[in-house]
């Protein structure tokens, strides 16, 4: 495939140098189109010689006219990374005064965008609605990662990791299949919080990703998709229907309303197990007595579905500290499900808060499957794989 690979302005522009050459690794070949402001950060002559290719640097240098045209006609996808600010204000409000917004503006194949900037950049409201725009004409958005940034502050705005970005063009590259047309999937993403006073509240550091990712692949793969959510910080999936809820006694009310067309159910969500027995009404002041909390359990949403799952699939989720295919099998068990998903909390490169995971599957059947460290949207894919062999069976049983 060839892939035109847009470089603009900003610090992380060294970073794409890696990624071209991650592309050419993976069987492409990459034309490096770079912007007056990313030939300050980084020399084309780099990109010339790790692609082999001229690097085009602005819309008159060459004895082509037309050569935007001819580039975008040629070329299978195009990559942005870094994407500044400004290149996102360019292509969502139409302007085309250098040689990639135009090239972008004819080009009529997938668009992945990896932006890049300032924290306080990123958030900035004006940021976020171009975001929307670009999202809703079907791109794909990379979001940056979370870090110590060049400017001397820590937040969201550093460029993704290569590896990220890599799977999102080959994703984007990959047409669709539709295996899970016809079935409605029911997930669960996120944490709960139970509230202790009008300021406070107990809950945990899902990130809601995993959920999120999946809801996002079963769309992709055809399937009506209904995700009740927790409190997360993650944009809508594309094409999925969302219901924000915050505790868990919600969760369960919006899961079981939403069950009758559902003909899988996969519960991601970190439900938390325990709620204040009383929620205060007033903030609970501080004072240098020792406070005690009554804590009583949450609804056993899980178990609750195992027993009145009809002939769904039922898939659960556990996040364990140890014995995790021992803890994985239990659960399968005592909450009636057909497959659990399993993976060990605590470690900074996988689980909570982490762009990958690392799990284990335990079925019904029996087997025991072990997924290596990948991202978490490898992952889901991976997970719906499963539940797609599962499926089948238990519709060739009936």
Request: proline fraction near 5%.
């Amino acid at each position: 495939m060839r892939i035109v690979l847009g470089v603009s302005g900003g610090i992380a522009a060294y970073k794409s140098a890696e990624l071209a050459r991650a592309l050419i690794q993976n069987g492409h070949e990459v034309q490096a189109v770079l912007t007056h402001s990313a030939a300050e950060f980084i020399t084309p002559l780099t990109f010339a010689s790790l692609t082999g290719r001229k690097v085009i640097t602005d819309l008159f240098d060459s004895a082509n006219p037309m050569e935007h045209i001819a580039v975008a006609q040629e070329s299978d996808l195009v990559l942005v990374a870094p994407a500044t600010a400004n290149v996102l204000a360019r292509f969502a409000h139409g302007l085309a005064d250098d040689f990639l917004s135009t090239l972008y503006f004819a080009f009529r194949g997938p668009v992945v965008l990896a932006p890049a900037m300032n924290n306080n950049m990123w958030e900035h409201e004006a940021v976020q609605v171009n975001l929307e725009t670009l999202r809703r004409r079907g791109h794909t958005i990379v979001d940056p990662g979370s870090g110590f940034l060049a400017c001397g502050s820590i937040g969201p705005g550093r460029l993704a990791e290569t590896d990220k970005i890599v799977d999102a063009v080959e994703r984007a590259l990959t047409p669709p299949v539709a295996d899970l047309d016809g079935e409605t999937v029911l997930i669960t993403a996120g944490p709960t919080q139970e509230p202790l006073d009008p300021v406070r509240y107990l809950s945990n550091r899902s990130s809601g990703k995993m959920g999120y990712a999946l809801a996002q692949a079963a769309v992709d793969r055809g399937a009506q998709v209904i995700l009740v959510s927790g409190p997360v910080a993650l944009n809508p999936p594309k094409g999925v229907e969302v219901i924000h809820v915050r505790t868990a006694a919600e969760m369960r009310e919006a899961v079981f309303a939403n069950l009758e067309p559902a003909t899988v159910v996969i519960k991601c969500a970190a439900v938390a197990d325990f709620r204040p027995s009383v929620e205060s009404k007033q903030k609970i002041k501080k004072t240098s007595a020792r406070v005690s909390l009554e804590l009583e359990p949450t609804p056993d949403i899980l178990a609750e579905l195992g027993r009145k799952r009809g002939d769904r699939l039922l898939i659960g989720f556990a996040a364990e500290t140890e014995n995790l295919e021992t803890e994985a099998r239990r659960k399968l068990e005592t909450k009636n499900c057909d497959m659990v998903v399993a993976n060990l909390v605590g470690k900074s490169e996988t689980g909570f808060e982490s762009d990958s995971n690392e799990v284990v599957l335990a079925l019904r059947t029996g087997e025991t499957i072990p997924l290596p460290r990948a991202s978490k949207r490898e992952i889901a894919d991976q997970i719906l794989g499963q539940v797609l062999k599962l499926r089948r069976d238990l519709i060739a049983k009936q």
